[in-house]
């Protein structure tokens, strides 16, 4: 059974910065590319960043670039989103999601094959 585990969110001021972690269990974690997500209320899943299986390609929303990071270790099944001067926009709640790696990495949530709970992300003016 695929789990999918996000932590790290929580409230913080504009401009300040917050690391996500997503936990992976029960697939063959460097098989799959990874993704973030987030939704924020009333709007659909919106494509952050994700990133290859092997870690060596990303790619990010222009809405983030410059500003957020995405990594992963295959060593410990985790995907990670650094995200530094962060905006009150920025409010959401996040998703990580992973894809099987036949294809290119997909910036459509339906393209997923598993996502995880979600964490609250809360940027303050």
């Known amino acids: 059974q695929v789990q999918l585990r996000e932590s790290g969110g929580g409230l913080v001021q504009a401009g300040g910065s917050l690391r996500l972690s997503c936990a992976a269990s029960?697939?063959?974690?460097?098989?799959?590319?990874m993704g973030w997500f987030r939704q924020a209320p009333g709007k659909e899943h919106e494509f952050v960043t994700a990133?290859?299986?092997?870690?060596?390609?990303?790619y990010y929303a222009d809405s983030v670039k410059g500003r957020f990071t995405i990594s992963r270790d295959n060593a410990k099944n985790t995907v990670y989103l650094q995200m530094s001067r962060l905006k009150p926009e920025d409010t959401a709640v996040y998703y990580c999601?992973?894809?099987?790696?036949?294809?290119?990495?997909?910036?459509?949530?339906?393209?997923?094959?598993?996502w995880g709970q979600g964490t609250q992300v809360t940027v303050s003016s």
């Open positions: 029960g697939l063959s974690f460097s098989t799959y590319h």
């Open positions: 990133i290859n299986h092997n870690g060596i390609y990303t």
């Open positions: 999601a992973a894809q099987y790696m036949l294809y290119s990495p997909a910036k459509i949530w339906n393209e997923y094959n598993a």
